[in-house]
T-cell receptor
């Protein structure tokens, strides 16, 4: 079975632009979470979705938004990119998102110039 | 909020045993995870502790003391492929749905 898949793997944008990152969870998993990992740091929670509804939001500005589709895939959107948004964006899936281990994708490396 | 501390770097020799410590300060507790992350790859699940004590899984063991806010990951019979970052994460007590990660411990295994 395929694991969590994310696209694209790498992305280069300039300040002020907008970006959309995509994630497909493991088959049968209905919950998707997004994390931001800055170089040398641990992942930081951004959002969690379950059954197309937002179940949790981390301490990120409104420039960050996400959604989940009926097939449980998800998109993370970031508007008005800043240099500080350069990071590895990780998607994780689980069956219900409650008290379970997370399965992570390999991430999208975003560079903002 | 939550604060999780773990050493930034550790070095050990192939075949040896290494212990990676993690301390946390939280207003509550809802489980602690250890993940392994090789450079450029996805974090992969190693262990989960919610009760005090030792959980053993092959060459990897994890220990938890809730009263001390302390956990460690023990790696035995180190192999070169164990060189990676090891992430300690605590499940948020106010929401069972998010993990708060430490900054990770970069382990280098030398021949």
């Amino acid at each position: 079975d395929a694991g969590v898949t994310q696209s694209p793997t790498h992305l280069i944008k300039t300040r002020g632009q907008q970006v959309t990152l995509r994630c497909s969870p493991i088959s049968g998993h209905k919950s998707v979470s997004w994390y931001q990992q800055v170089l040398g740091q641990g992942p930081q929670f951004i959002f969690q979705y379950y059954e197309k509804e937002e179940r949790g939001r981390g301490n990120f500005p409104d420039r960050f938004s996400a959604r989940q589709f009926p097939n449980y895939s998800s998109e993370l959107n970031v508007n008005a990119l800043l240099l500080g948004d350069s990071a590895l964006y990780l998607c994780a899936s689980s069956i219900t998102g409650e008290r379970e281990k997370l399965f992570f994708g390999s991430g999208t490396q975003l560079s903002v110039l | 909020g939550q604060n999780i501390d773990q050493p930034t770097e550790m070095t050990a020799t192939e075949g040896a045993i290494v212990q990676i410590n993690c301390t946390y300060q939280t207003s509550g507790f809802n489980g602690l995870f250890w993940y392994q992350q090789h450079a450029g790859e996805a974090p992969t699940f190693l262990s989960y502790n919610v009760l005090d004590g030792l959980e053993e899984k092959g060459r990897f063991s994890s220990f938890l003391s809730r009263s001390k806010g302390y956990s460690y990951l023990l790696l035995k019979e180190l192999q070169m492929k164990d060189s990676a970052s090891y992430l300690c994460a605590v499940r948020d007590p106010s929401s069972a749905r998010q993990l708060t990660f430490g900054s990770g411990t970069q382990l280098t295994v030398l021949p």
